[in-house]
């Protein structure tokens, strides 16, 4: 598996949570082929007055230039490298000069320089000066080839941050970094960077839980070695498969620490029981492999068809990491269930010192509390059920969707304030695109196709979401501009008079000044209207998209105009709802599949509806809560039902399985059966449990809102999941004895599978075994 590692590589593009066939993403698709990749834009802002000071002002031109010298910058639009549009004396076309012709500068040039920038040149608002006119940015166009490959990473750590850094330190002035391949750079390396913390510090807290429950160096060593195996195997898993490394395939080499442990609990501990019981190794060895082998190998598959889930659902995100988790977690039982018998045959039987811990005084009391609550307070457990069912149904109708781009994204880091900063002073970052098709060649060129996307930018103008539009709008603009010799007043579109004259100016402006060339395609068949979005909640975006398809559809004849809206941001926005309404029905076929276990182990109804409650109540409560607290529902929250659902019937698993096993061994005594159960599995389930919830909890130590919520959200289910596993389920066994004791269903499946009965009872005929005294 190590040998596979070298095939591991990190994700350098943004999730598409949508299916390859989704008619969004044809649309989408369809436009990266006409213009290319369209998140190719870093932006540096400034707002500081010093900056038009002489010295600081020349340096921030050459950190322009420096960027401009290097081959993955395309184009870098900035103060010192600003071009004028300005119309030709010898001939009809316009030419580029400098924007800045001098060398030197003093305070009273760089002043005329500014006044000229922020009060006649209109065309650069809100590309190189902000609309409040008090802050100004260097647009780097990078080149489209590198935006998805580690070139790009490599260029922005070790050639763009410090060269920022360098004019900071040399001029005191703040620069704000941003646009969409900076972020997934800083935000890719803080995955990597979480990936050896995350397994760090489950591994540290999961074996200090684990020697603080058994007291054992040697156990605790041997859990150690088999789920730093699985984790190693986790790698290997993903290097064989050829998969990207993820923010949520990260996630699944510390998931393996703390599901790996559980199961090295339920065996050592089973182990130590045996030995106490009878001190004899082999005879020990040989139950633990064939009883709890038997449950352990239930409650992974359970575990594993809670992320399997998730293979159903049309997102490559969401397949992987499904595939991947549930291949590991039967991986990790298999290593755990040869490992550690394996090992311990070769060892000495354990001593008196070594089992101590199954006589701890906490533990029994503990295990009396649940006897007494079960036994006298049935009512009272019930009455509280209901009571947080009801309480956690006000919660769920609070809850709101998120299809925010960087809601997870960590607050604390510098690249996060920066976003902020572009969203105050230039109204966004996020590409919305918006693909206009004349259905002709040169039809974009037309002056009424020009008027009706000159209509359609005001329209986005007013939207306070949004930015203000760029497209070639603005240069035909510009060219009447620079025809009436620059003068900021005749910055509009041409009239009808001026129309054949000034268009041809433009044509040919826009084919040698190469500053929109990106905004209509060679044909001229088609153009661009790009805009940025601000963070901006799903319900908002809703309305905002209902809006612009109502005025498009206004504006543009659709027998005349094909018009799609699309970009980076529309697509995540549209995947997120996609992706919650894909889960829901993941976490409901897991639901589904968990009863089919059930199902196959119990062949009662009863029994199923039983198994269920406690594992679903625990979910609602949650859900409540994340409604009474205000977590959004979104692509990292909503995975906590699956994967909660999943680890959760693990519990009432074990326990049902004893249960069965004593109703056996004890003639069908249920009230006996149920406190012989919770006697020997209740210490297990309370060990596996908060091993789980401080296991999740490392998660909480993201920088990630996704993650931490992840990890938050599993550690209260788990929690409310154990507590209801131990009274809540052996109070309704005992509620509903009369119904569900019906020997027959139970006793056949019962030999088949999870027997642990001794083997005298094995040994007895079915009439043998009808005729024992019974109540």
């Known amino acids: 598996m190590a040998s596979q590692w070298q095939h591991m590589r990190f994700t350098y593009t943004e999730a598409n949570l949508l299916p390859d066939d989704h008619p969004y993403n044809l649309e989408y698709n369809e436009f990266l082929d006409i213009f290319g990749e369209e998140g190719n834009l870093i932006v540096l802002g400034v707002k500081d007055s010093t900056l038009f000071t002489p010295e600081n002002f020349n340096a921030w031109m050459k950190l322009s230039q420096e960027l401009q010298a290097f081959d993955e910058v395309e184009l870098s639009l900035s103060v010192g490298d600003l071009k004028k549009l300005q119309k030709r004396k010898d001939a009809q076309e316009f030419e580029l000069v400098p924007f800045i012709d001098d060398t030197l500068f003093t305070p009273n040039t760089i002043a005329r320089y500014k006044h000229e920038l922020f009060n006649k040149l209109p065309f650069y608002e809100g590309l190189i000066y902000n609309p409040a006119k008090n802050s100004v940015r260097t647009a780097l166009y990078l080149d489209k080839s590198i935006v998805n490959t580690f070139t790009r990473r490599d260029f922005i750590l070790s050639d763009l941050i410090p060269k920022i850094e360098a004019f900071e330190a040399q001029t005191n002035i703040e620069v704000h970094t941003s646009g969409m391949p900076y972020i997934r750079t800083l935000n890719s390396k803080n995955i990597v960077d979480e990936i050896s913390l995350f397994i760090g510090a489950a591994m540290l807290i999961t074996s200090l839980i684990f020697f603080f429950f058994f007291r054992s160096y040697r156990a605790t060593f041997i859990s150690l070695v088999t789920v730093l195996i699985g984790v190693m195997w986790s790698f290997g898993f993903l290097g064989l498969m050829h998969y990207e490394i993820t923010v949520l395939t990260a996630l699944i080499p510390p998931l393996i620490i703390v599901i790996g442990i559980p199961n090295c609990i339920f065996l050592i501990n089973k182990y130590q029981q045996e030995i106490k019981r009878h001190g004899n190794q082999a005879k020990s060895l040989q139950r633990v492999i064939s009883k709890v082998g038997n449950a352990t190998l239930m409650t992974n598959l359970t575990t594993a068809s809670g992320f399997g889930t998730f293979i159903l659902t049309n997102s490559k ?43 701890k005084r906490w533990i029994s009391r503990f295990v009396n509390w649940m006897e007494l609550m079960v036994r006298e307070h049935r009512i009272a457990i019930y009455a509280l059920s209901v009571i947080m069912l009801c309480m956690s149904i006000i919660g769920i109708f609070q809850i709101k969707l998120s299809g925010s781009l960087i809601d997870d994204m960590p607050k604390s880091m510098g690249f996060y304030k920066d976003i902020k900063f572009f969203e105050k002073e230039y109204e966004g970052i996020m590409p919305l695109e918006i693909l206009v098709d004349t259905k002709r060649k040169k039809g974009v060129m037309n002056l009424a196709t020009l008027k009706r996307m000159e209509s359609l930018q005001q329209v986005i103008n007013d939207i306070p979401e949004l930015s203000q539009p760029i497209s070639i709008v603005n240069l035909v603009k510009y060219s009447k501009q620079a025809y009436y010799n620059n003068n900021p007043e005749y910055f509009q579109l041409p009239n009808n008079q001026e129309r054949s004259f000034i268009l041809s100016y433009a044509q040919s402006g826009a084919e040698n000044t190469n500053l929109l060339s990106s905004y209509v395609d060679t044909t001229g068949q088609y153009a661009r209207i790009t805009a940025f979005l601000k963070d901006t909640k799903l319900e908002r975006f809703e309305r905002i998209e209902e809006d612009l398809r109502q005025e498009i559809t206004k504006i543009f004849p659709e027998d005349r105009y094909n018009i799609s809206i699309t970009g980076k941001a529309f697509i995540f926005e549209k995947g997120t709802k996609y992706l919650v309404n894909n889960l829901l029905l993941s976490l409901s076929l897991a639901i589904f599949l968990i009863a089919l276990f059930m199902a196959w182990m119990f062949r009662n109804l009863k029994m199923i509806l039983i198994s269920l409650i406690p594992n679903i109540l625990p979910l609602l409560i949650t859900a409540g809560l994340m409604g009474f607290l205000g977590v959004d529902i979104k692509p990292s929250t909503i995975l906590v039902f699956s994967i909660a659902f999943g680890i959760s019937v693990d519990d009432t698993i074990h326990f049902l399985a004893k249960y069965r096993q004593e109703l056996i061994a004890n003639g069908w005594r249920i009230k006996k059966s149920v406190f012989l159960a919770l006697k ?7 060990y596996t449990s908060i091993v789980l919830f401080f296991g999740f909890s ?12 992840l990890g938050a959200l599993v550690s209260i289910t788990l929690l409310f999941a154990m507590l ?11 509620s509903l004895e009369r119904s569900i004791a019906n020997k027959q269903t139970l006793l056949k499946p019962a030999l088949e599978i999870l027997t642990d009965t001794d083997e005298e009872v094995k040994a007895l005929t079915q009439e043998e075994f009808e005729d024992r005294p019974k109540k």
Do not use: Q
């Not at 590991?328 to 060892?347: C, E, H």
């Not at 020997?680 to 309370?686: D, L, P, Y």
């Not at 490392?698 to 919520?709: K, L, Q």
């Open 317 to 359: 995100l969401l397949k992987e990491f499904g595939i991947v988790a549930s291949i590991n977690i039967i991986a990790i039982f298999l290593l755990s269930l040869f490992i550690i018998p394996i090992i311990y045959s070769f060892m000495a039987v354990p001593k008196y010192k070594h089992l101590k811990h199954l006589n």
């Open 680 to 686: 020997e599995t209740g210490v297990s389930m309370f």
């Open 698 to 709: 490392v998660f909480t130590i993201s920088e990630f809102g996704g993650t931490i919520a």
């Open 724 to 734: 209801a596993n131990l009274l809540l389920l052996p109070s309704l066994l005992l």
